[in-house]
């Protein structure tokens, strides 16, 4: 089994930057893909963005791209969101997800952010 933390969300002003952590626990060795979605008030779970292992590879939605940057430091087992130029449609509950190896599939319990106009 593997758990994840997440970290880092909260209110901030349209145009300001985050940074959101995720910290994996358990069974890491078997972790290969980690990533982030989020979910809006009355919306479905999206995806947001994904990094390989070895974080040279990396997929994220055009919404955001230009904006966020995913990265990962794996002697830490833990991946980062850096988003920059925030807007209200960014306010959403975000999700750490992490693949393993065998295809299973972990979340984290989510982390706010608020993001006010």
């Known amino acids: 089994q593997v758990q994840l933390v997440e970290s880092g969300g909260g209110l901030v002003q349209a145009g300001g930057s985050l940074r959101l952590s995720c910290t994996a626990s358990g069974r890491t060795v078997s972790i290969s893909d980690m990533g982030w979605f989020r979910q809006a008030p009355g919306k479905e779970r999206e995806f947001v963005v994904r990094i390989n292992w070895s974080g040279d590879s990396t997929q994220i939605v055009d919404s955001v791209k230009g904006r966020f940057t995913i990265s990962r430091d794996n002697t830490k087992n833990t991946v980062y969101l850096q988003m920059t130029n925030l807007k209200p449609e960014d306010t959403a509950l975000y999700y750490c997800?992490?693949?393993?190896?065998?295809?299973?599939?972990?979340w984290g319990q989510g982390t706010q952010v608020t993001v006010s106009s």
């Open positions: 997800a992490a693949a393993s190896t065998r295809g299973d599939v972990y």
